[in-house]
């Protein structure tokens, strides 16, 4: 979570609703009917477990975004109100940081702990294992060969571009978006601070780290003129992400509705869309 995921969701859903596809749900309850081979796809926070999702959905391409440890742990902390306690500080997040041993429980909320992502992706990952660099590689060998791709939230754009020739896809279907968010105004990252979120975070830096140069690597292999290809995706972008921001009023399931409604709306109307199916092929 606080990784871009949700936004990457979206992008999922938008193009499984488009190309009729059924898409898992976090309960069956919304299906008429269960089996192994109604879904074509899932696009929701969840810890990776490759063998019940191969059950699932055999014979997946599997995504994943990673975010900077930098960027990622600061927007758990104020999202999640960690900074509750720290509210007299003149810099809570400074404060935590700094002084992580006085405050070992802050951030155990939806595993936004110590190497958050790291645990997501790694199902046997230990605690005892967070400073053991050894594991900590051989984890990140395995992601690796397992992952067909994955997006580096601090490189977004390039990242999707990257995706969109992977996939065989057109840049209509990575478009997201754009939203200007007020930001609460921090104080800067002292290199102090940086320090200690390396080491405490070590695990979830490493595993950046190491997928932040294979996203670039793939952009130096890139097949055609990838920097004219990001910039007219990028004009695309922003083209539709304002025709739709001027829009006041959505009908349900068109194009700016979906490019603007938030992961979970999208699902209900997708399973909506599969139950409806499901009722015409007389799945019970």
């Excluded at 949700?6 to 898992?24: A, C, D, K, V």
């Excluded at 050894?134 to 690796?144: P, Q």
Aim: proline fraction near 3%; include cysteine; charged fraction near 25%.
């Amino acid at each position: 979570m606080k990784t871009g995921g949700s936004t990457t969701s979206n992008i999922l859903m938008r193009y499984g609703i488009s190309n009729n596809l059924h898409t898992f749900s976090y309960s069956t309850k919304n299906l008429n009917c269960f089996n192994s081979t109604v879904f074509d796809f899932m696009a929701i926070h969840m810890r990776y477990n490759r063998t019940w999702m191969n059950n699932s959905v055999p014979d997946a391409k599997y995504l994943t975004i990673l975010r900077s440890p930098f960027g990622q742990l600061p927007s758990a902390f104020y999202f999640f109100k960690f900074a509750r306690p720290l509210l007299n500080s003149t810099d809570p997040f400074r404060q935590y940081i700094e002084h992580l041993d006085s405050y070992h429980n802050f951030t155990e909320v939806h595993h936004q702990h110590r190497n958050g992502q790291m645990w997501f992706l790694n199902p046997e990952f230990e605690d005892e294992d967070q400073d053991n660099v050894t594991m900590i590689k051989r984890a990140i060998r395995r992601i690796d060969r397992e992952m067909d791709f994955v997006i580096i939230l601090d490189h977004y754009d390039e990242s999707l571009v990257v995706l969109k020739q992977i996939m065989c896809w057109e840049d209509e279907d990575i478009i997201y978006h754009i939203t200007k968010k007020s930001k609460q105004k921090r104080n800067p990252m002292t290199t102090s601070m940086k320090t200690n979120i390396r080491k405490w975070s070590l695990a979830d830096t490493l595993l950046f780290d190491h997928f932040n140069l294979s996203l670039w690597e793939k952009v130096a292999n890139y097949d055609g003129d990838f920097n004219a290809d990001l910039e007219r995706f990028r004009s695309k972008n922003l083209k539709a992400s304002l025709e739709c921001s001027h829009k006041k009023i959505y009908s349900a399931g068109t194009y700016c509705w979906k490019l603007i409604n938030d992961t979970p709306r999208l699902r209900l109307f997708a399973l909506n869309q599969q139950r409806w199916e499901s009722n015409e092929n007389k799945c019970v």
